[in-house]
């Protein structure tokens, strides 16, 4: 089946810094990314809709200067926390669909932040 | 706005047995697709069945089930003979069939499996 690789699935970073997350669809073209967020034993919360070559389209609350998203190829899409804070730590998860209305949402293993 | 609620936070079964989890939604739209996910400890998002609401028949994946009935908004999933395994958290979602195609999940319902 289809296979989204999202890498790394764990990273501490200190304050301040950058932290980028890579989203990889294995073997299928994915036409449209979603980045989303859980905090514990809640649910997934949709941060933005990246599509291959377009600006992402953010939900709201969402700080596109905090967390730039890039799908710069139908297989590659990026998340980039930047001057990250503690408030920041969470699970980050990137899920991936072909262009086809049917076509099924595969979702990567997840990213857990923690900023120290 | 599209929203899903999830009314139970959290419910438990014993091996074997049957348990239905609740999920209702709200949409204008005639055409959708409804999705039951499954997150275990490992949070990795597994996908359980799939309902489109053009389609009158529930959808059926081995011992998993949906009861969809779209007047009323609402689409549970019945988990029959449940195993030590189905132990996670399950997510209704919906996504619409146009536009970014973005899925919109519900709380949750963690599901407990008691031996």
């Known amino acids: 089946g289809a296979v989204v690789s999202q890498h790394p699935s764990r990273v501490i970073c200190k304050s301040g810094t950058s932290v980028k997350i890579e989203c990889r669809s294995l073997?299928?073209?994915?036409?449209?990314m979603f980045w989303y967020r859980q905090f514990p034993k809640q649910s997934l919360m949709l941060m933005a809709t990246?599509?291959?070559?377009?600006?992402?389209?953010?939900e709201q609350g969402v700080e596109k200067d905090k967390f730039l998203i890039n799908h710069a190829s139908l297989t590659l899409s990026t998340l980039t926390v930047t001057s990250a804070h503690p408030e920041d730590s969470s699970f980050y998860i990137c899920s991936a669909r072909g262009d086809r209305a049917s076509s099924p949402l595969h979702f990567g293993n997840g990213t857990r932040l923690t900023v120290t | 706005a599209q929203t899903v609620t999830q009314s139970q936070p959290e419910m438990s079964v014993q091996e074997a047995e049957t348990v239905t989890l609740s999920c209702t939604y709200d949409?204008?739209?005639?055409?959708?697709?409804l999705f039951w996910y499954k997150q275990p400890p490992s949070r990795q998002m597994i996908l359980v069945i799939r309902?489109?609401?053009?389609?009158?028949q529930n959808a059926t994946e081995n011992r998993f089930s949906v009861n969809f009935q779209k007047a009323a908004k609402s689409f549970s999933l019945k988990i029959s003979d449940s195993q030590l395994g189905d132990a996670a958290m399950y997510f209704c979602a919906y996504r619409a069939t146009s536009g970014t195609y973005k899925y919109i999940f519900g709380t949750g319902t963690r599901l407990k499996v008691l031996a």
């Open positions: 990246s599509n291959e070559g377009s600006k992402a389209t953010y």
């Open positions: 949409t204008s739209e005639s055409d959708y697709y």
């Open positions: 073997d299928f073209q994915a036409t449209t």
């Open positions: 309902q489109e609401a053009y389609k009158q």
